[in-house]
């Protein structure tokens, strides 16, 4: 079994900042993309920023220049520092990843989510 347990979520004030964390553990012989993606009440859930094996990343516009993804190999973690935050940011933020099991094709896999809400 694969879990992916994310941390870190929390009530901020507009400007503010958040660091968000989330951990692979299981019967884990690889793990290749990991992401974190977002859902705003009423919305689609939408990909916020991508990290490859290799350290390549990829950002939404919107968070461009105030979001830095990165990861740990070693660990199977992968971390959201988040700046400059914004209101519109409000959303639940996931964690995916797509990982390789020992004689399985590479699955993705979610976290539970956690609430990040900017408010003043």
């Known amino acids: 079994q694969v879990q992916l347990v994310e941390s870190g979520g929390g009530l901020v004030q507009p400007g503010g900042s958040l660091r968000l964390s989330c951990a692979a553990s299981?019967?884990?012989?690889?793990?290749?993309?990991m992401d974190w993606y977002r859902q705003a009440p009423g919305k689609q859930r939408e990909l916020v920023a991508a990290?490859?094996?290799?350290?390549?990343?990829n950002y939404a516009d919107s968070v461009k220049g105030r979001f830095t993804i990165s990861r740990d190999n070693a660990k199977n973690t992968v971390s959201l520092q988040m700046n400059s935050l914004k209101p519109e940011d409000t959303a639940v933020y996931y964690c995916?990843?797509?990982?390789?099991?020992?004689?399985?094709?590479?699955?993705?896999?979610w976290g539970q989510g956690t609430q990040v809400t900017v408010s003043s």
């Open positions: 995916n990843a797509v990982i390789k099991q020992l004689f399985r094709s590479p699955k993705g896999y």
């Open positions: 299981g019967n884990i012989v690889r793990v290749d993309n």
């Open positions: 990290v490859t094996s290799g350290g390549d990343t």
